[in-house]
Structures are given as C-alpha cells and as structure tokens.
C-alpha cells in the first residue's frame, strides 16, 4: 500500500491501491471475488473522478446492505438473449454493476449487428454513480443511454407525497478529438447522497431542493432526511422524465419500481432493490462512420457559442489530477477503510 500523509488530516492513494483496498474490504464482507473486483473499481473510479456522492462515503452503505442479508454479495446474474436486440438479465437480489458486465459482450455484439441493442437488469441493486456504466461503451465507438430507478424520496410534480426515486439518466457518445460526451444527472433537484453529505457537514442546501415532513420547503438536509423528500429538478419536466425512469427501469425489466420494496424489514438496508436499462447504439448504421466527427462539431459550437464547461469536463480534469498525484482522503476515512479491509 503506497500512502503518502501530505497533511494531518488528509493522505494521498493511488487509484491502484484505493482499487485493491476496496477490493479486501468487500471480500471481507461477504462478496465473491468477481462482485468484489467489479464494485471495488466502480466506487475507486468514482473517488478519482471526484464523484465524492457515490464513491467511498458508499462503503458503509454497501456494507450495512450485505451485512443486513438485503443483498446478496455472492450472486450469479442470469444472462438471457432475448432477441436480436434485447438481452435480460435476472441480477438475483445482487448488484447491478456485475450484472452488466456479464452481459455486456453479448450486449455489444448485438448492438454492432442490429445497430442497437437494449440490457434490461432486473432484481438488481444499484449504489453508484451511472457514468460509469455509459462511458466504457463511448471509448469503443458506441453511444449508450442509461437509467436507474432508486427508493421512493422524491415528490412527484405537484403531488403531495413521495413516490419516484432520485431516478438518474447517463449518456455517453464519442468524439473525434476527445474523451467521449458523458452526462449523468439525476432526475431530482439534488441527488440523495449530496443531501446526505450536506447534513454530515452541516451545511444548508440552496432553495428548491426538498421538504420536510410537512410538505413545508426547507434548506434543511436533515429535514429532507428526516421524514421529508426531494422534489424533481425543473418541476414537470423532471417529474416526466422521471416517471420515464421508473418505466424504463421497473415495467420494462420485471424489476421494482421505486415504491414497491420496503428497507425498513431489512434493519441496515440501503441499496435500493430495482433495475436498470442501457441501451446501445452503434451510430455507424446511421451516419456512415461520422458520428465521432459530427459530435466534435457540435462541440466546436457550443464552446463556439460561450459553454466552455461540457458536462464530464470536471470529471475528466479531477480524473488526469488524481492519476498524476494521487487521489485526497480524508486521513480519517482512509484509516477507516484500513481498518474494514483487516476486519
Ligand atoms: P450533477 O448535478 O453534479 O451533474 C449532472 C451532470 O451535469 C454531470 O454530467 C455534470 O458533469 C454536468 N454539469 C454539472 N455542472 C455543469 C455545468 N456548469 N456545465 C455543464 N455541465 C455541468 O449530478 P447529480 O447531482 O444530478 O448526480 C450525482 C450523481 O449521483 C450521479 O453520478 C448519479 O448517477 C448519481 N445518482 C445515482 C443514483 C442511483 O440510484 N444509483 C440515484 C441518483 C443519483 P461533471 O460530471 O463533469 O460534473
Ligand atoms: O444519491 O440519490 C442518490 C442515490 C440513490 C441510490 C444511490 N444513490
């Protein structure tokens, strides 16, 4: 384990060591070895890009899940070709993210055969960031959608109590002359993590976020936490585009929709117990070879046009820093993972 303490109350680690750490951790809790490499690279890849929601401040969630039975951290996913463009796969109460990488050769094949293919997860748990299942399609020349369904937290447009989860959408198409286009947004004004972040540090969050348990707005994190909800980002519009999730993830899979599990019978649950959707996209069959070009000229004009910023530009650039110096913890989290590695 290569750590260098650069201050006293932060050290700096390899995304290779952080890798392997989480890698022990999860073992050491119950997962099989493919399951453990899988997740273990997800949440690291997630702390270099500095994703803080959904990378290591997840451990003691994912950990809580299997120790609680919710999850099972051994599962064998069961990949079905279901058509010349549709694969299924049944997760088996395990995590999502394994899930995909069982069936993605197949998924890829299919989309380079029929110029499209369609993954739909099922009884799967997803705890993470979703780039990271977009991006990987874009760096081989294909453009992937996802979405994912999570727990019931977020208030649909002008109803009166929560019913959707915070419902994320990722997207990923490649250019010529860069890393591919990603984005990854959740469909809530504020994705839960950040919500339970906020309440860790004590910070209030900006107007329009949630409400407490009265139906009352709040800049309370604790608030929302406590009994009251999200609400969707952009109103209607995000409440559509959130229902879509729900569609997508649960009806088209035969997963959960966000209000059909209930973590309070696990004690210690927290992954939410639903599916997923990816759809692939081999953009050749559509314009002969020049998506990548056409993507690069859309790029040229939007920073033509003043956005500097494109969406994953801030990943990228915290990625390059921490694969050039290493990636900044906390001492004290670090310490922690340390210690759940050797336990
Ligand atoms: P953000 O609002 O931080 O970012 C959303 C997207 O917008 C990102 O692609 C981001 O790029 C881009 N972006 C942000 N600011 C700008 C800007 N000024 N100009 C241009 N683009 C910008 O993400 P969320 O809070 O909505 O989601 C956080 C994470 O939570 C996501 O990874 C999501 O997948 C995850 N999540 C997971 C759930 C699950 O069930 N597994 C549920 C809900 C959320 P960049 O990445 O470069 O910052
Ligand atoms: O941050 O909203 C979130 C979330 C839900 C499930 C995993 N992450």
């Not at 009884?123 to 453009?143: I, K």
């Not at 599990?261 to 927290?270: E, H, L, T, Y």
Request: hydrophobic share 40%; with cysteine; aromatic share 6%.
């Amino acid at each position: 384990m290569t750590t260098d303490h650069n201050s006293s109350a932060s050290r700096t680690i390899t995304c290779t060591d952080l890798t392997e750490l989480l890698r022990q951790i999860f073992l050491r809790h119950g997962t099989s070895a493919e399951v453990a490499r899988v997740l273990a690279e997800n949440c690291a890849g997630a702390e270099r890009d500095g994703s803080h929601s959904h990378g290591i401040f997840r451990i003691k969630g994912y950990l809580s899940s299997l120790a609680a039975g919710w999850v099972d951290g051994q599962a064998r996913p069961k990949v079905e070709d279901a058509g010349a463009a549709f694969v299924r796969v049944d997760a088996m109460g395990g995590f999502a993210q394994p899930a995909m990488q069982a069936a993605k050769g197949l998924v890829i094949e299919k989309a380079r055969s029929a110029g499209i293919a369609i993954l739909a997860i099922r009884n799967s748990h997803h705890f993470a960031a979703l780039w990271p299942d977009v991006e990987p399609f874009a760096t081989q020349g294909l453009v992937a959608l996802s979405v994912v369904n999570s727990m019931t937290c977020v208030v649909p447009h002008d109803a009166q109590k929560p019913l959707f989860g915070t419902n994320p959408i990722a997207f990923a198409a490649p250019r010529a002359e860069g890393p591919p286009i990603v984005f990854d947004m959740a469909t809530s004004a504020i994705a839960h993590g950040d919500v339970q972040i906020a309440a860790r540090e004590g910070r209030m969050l900006p107007p329009g976020m949630g409400v407490d348990r009265n139906g009352e707005p709040t800049l309370d994190p604790k608030a929302i936490l406590e009994g009251g909800a999200l609400l969707p980002f952009g109103g209607y519009k995000g409440s559509a585009l959130s229902m879509m999730v729900e569609l997508l993830s649960a009806a088209l899979t035969g997963g959960n929709f966000s209000f059909e599990f209930d973590m309070s019978k696990a004690p210690g649950a927290q992954t939410p117990w639903t599916g997923q959707v990816i759809i692939v996209i081999h953009p050749d069959k559509g314009s002969g070879q020049v998506f990548a070009e056409r993507s690069e000229e859309l790029v040229r004009q939007m920073h033509g046009a003043g956005q500097q910023r494109m969406p994953g530009d801030r990943r990228y650039r915290q990625r390059e820093r921490s694969l050039k110096e290493g990636i900044v913890v906390s001492a004290e989290d670090l310490d922690r993972l340390e210690a759940l590695a050797r336990a």
